[in-house]
């Protein structure tokens, strides 16, 4: 309606997942750079996770458009289903014919399974997809990590790419999920966008459908569209088309913060700020007017009352009471202090927690006294190397169960850092940099907590992040020979490939099995020999 008043050839802000309008901010290109990944990562789970109209299923269409000739997709958009229709529709999507798939269970698994030996064997990839995987049932997910063991004995044969939202994490997180989430090989969750995002974003969809000239929206307009949408990208849709209506509605050709006020309360059925105490001076009036009503009807009683009592005769006063023996008082029983979500969120003054100080407080548990600046350059002197991952998650770091930092987020984007030095079934235990321990249950911490982990772990004496060539391999001969040092090897382990004894081990720690032992297969050496090193605890 209002595309031609703007100079366009047709409407920017349409919620429909067009790859056209994609807008690659840093984190989006980040996010399909883990899709594409997952096309060929040797088999298991790649995990995209997102807030609501953040912009997921684009990236998938994103992502279906490079899909390479020699990879077969199963897209499923639709995963409220029991296990045997999950598998009957998987079979429906690789296109395998309903003779072959049988009436059961099992006859499913054999068809999909013969499919994938046939098809590997032609050199192709199989990669299933489903969106909206937050409504999975425990079941299905079960199942899902069954079809991952269909493998030959190079490779799986199935890939795996689940994409839902934030609550897909706290559902992988769960104790009975553990044996999945250790099978996810790359993991990412898509942040909002930035104010200067969002910018970049209205510009990027009005081009797309055929701006030429100016923007319509200026600065002020824009800031208002970063508050109301709060950087989602299916809420600056909404918010930006009924704003470009009521801009073309007054006959304007530009969109300002008033319009975008308005538009904000009829799309989101907000009540504006500036309005926003007419209602609440209202109610104290009404208020006030009952209460000054129930003070003048109470004086009016306490008249009359000394009238009535001058009637009745006195009598006479009877002795008074003994007073009974006090019952003993119980003794106070202590409860835990359990946080809500709102207690872990710093206060919209207080918008970032110091990370040196978060550093410096993780370092006291290791004995280590670290400076403000370059906290981990300090702890490399040191021996200590510091470990950073923007998609962890809790059942992963229960396997490394060592204390670390969190980093937790409110709705507008702010940050504060805690201690995590106790982990739970249930629980987590908290600490301040001040060193003020909290618990906080499970499922409020995975709302708040997008996966970014910090932790410090011990590096060996002859440790080379970078090495390549032959210091490459007389590293990975080093791991492979302390692994087979351990009471647990097998005696067939010291006669193994070096690289094949530690791919084995980071297949059995949930690692993707390269054979090149990065910091998370050191520390889970370190975990496994006994190395001396701080360790999650139980929550109190």
């Known amino acids: 309606m209002y595309a031609r008043h703007f100079g366009l050839d047709s409407a920017p802000f349409s919620i429909a997942p067009d790859p056209r309008y994609l807008f690659m901010s840093e984190r989006h290109r980040d996010a399909l750079a883990h899709l594409l990944y997952g096309l060929d990562g040797g088999g298991g789970f790649v995990l995209l996770t997102g807030e609501i109209g953040a912009g997921k299923t684009t990236l998938c269409r994103c992502m279906l458009e490079q899909v390479p000739s020699h990879c077969n997709v199963a897209y499923i958009?639709?995963?409220r289903l029991s296990?045997?229709?999950?598998l009957e529709t998987v079979c429906e999507e690789f296109g395998i014919a309903q003779g072959q798939r049988g009436g059961t269970l099992k006859a499913r698994v054999d068809a999909l399974n013969d499919h994938l030996l046939r098809t590997h064997a032609q050199g192709q990839i199989n990669v299933l997809v489903i969106d909206e995987a937050q409504n999975l049932s425990a079941e299905v997910l079960e199942q899902l990590r069954l079809l991952t063991n269909l493998e030959t004995s190079e490779r799986k044969l199935l890939q795996i790419m689940l994409v839902g939202q934030p609550e897909l994490r706290a559902m992988l997180a769960a104790p009975?999920?553990?044996?999945?989430?250790q099978?996810?090989?790359a993991r990412y969750h898509l942040q909002a966008l930035s104010a200067d995002d969002v910018g970049r974003y209205v510009q990027h969809r009005l081009q797309v459908a055929g701006l030429r000239g100016q923007?319509?929206?200026?600065?002020?307009?824009?800031?208002?569209?970063?508050?109301?949408?709060?950087?989602?990208?299916?809420?600056?849709?909404?918010l930006c088309d009924r704003a470009l209506l009521g801009a073309y509605a007054e006959g304007r050709t530009r969109v300002s913060a008033r319009i975008v006020d308005k538009a904000a309360g009829e799309v989101f059925d907000v009540v504006l700020r500036r309005t926003s105490w007419r209602a609440p001076a209202a109610i104290v009036a009404a208020l006030a007017l009952l209460v000054a009503g129930a003070l003048v009807a109470w004086q009016t009683q306490l008249r009359a009352v000394p009238a009535v009592v001058a009637k009745v005769p006195p009598t006479k006063a009877a002795?008074?009471?003994?007073?009974?023996?006090?019952?003993?008082?119980p003794a106070p029983v202590a409860q835990p202090h359990w946080l809500s979500p709102e207690d872990l969120l710093p206060a919209a003054d207080t918008a970032t927690a110091d990370e040196a100080a978060a550093w410096q407080a993780l370092g006291s548990?290791?004995?280590?006294?670290?400076?403000?600046?370059?906290?981990c350059v300090a702890a490399a002197r040191q021996g200590v190397s510091c470990f950073r991952d923007a998609g962890s998650n809790l059942a992963s770091i229960r396997q490394l169960a060592r204390p670390g930092i969190l980093t937790l987020y409110n709705d507008q984007g702010q940050s504060v850092r805690w201690l995590l030095v106790g982990l739970g079934r249930d629980s987590a235990e908290l600490r301040t940099p001040g060193g003020e321990s909290r618990t906080v249950s499970i499922a409020s911490l995975t709302t708040l907590w997008r996966g970014e982990f910090a932790t410090l772990w011990r590096m060996p004496p002859d440790y080379r992040p970078n090495a390549r060539g032959a210091d490459a391999e007389a590293a990975i001969a080093a791991v492979a020979a302390r692994l087979a040092a351990l009471p647990t090897a097998t005696p067939a382990t010291a006669s193994e490939a070096p690289r094949e004894v530690v791919a084995a081990f980071q297949l059995a720690n949930g690692l993707k099995p390269d054979g090149k032992p990065g910091p998370l297969t050191l520390m889970h050496l370190n975990r496994v020999s006994g190395v001396d090193e701080p360790r999650l605890e139980s929550p109190r």
Do not use: C, Y
Not at 319 to 329: G, H, I, M, N, R
Not at 365 to 375: I, N, Y
């Open 83 to 86: 296990t045997d229709e999950l």
């Open 77 to 79: 958009f639709n995963p």
């Open 176 to 181: 009975g999920l553990e044996q999945l989430a």
């Open 365 to 375: 548990l290791w004995g280590l006294s670290l400076p403000a600046m370059e906290p």
């Open 183 to 185: 099978r996810v090989i």
């Open 215 to 238: 923007l319509p929206f200026d600065r002020a307009a824009l800031r208002r569209v970063t508050l109301h949408s709060r950087g989602v990208a299916r809420r600056i849709n909404l």
């Open 319 to 329: 002795p008074p009471a003994l007073p009974a023996p006090a019952a003993p008082k």
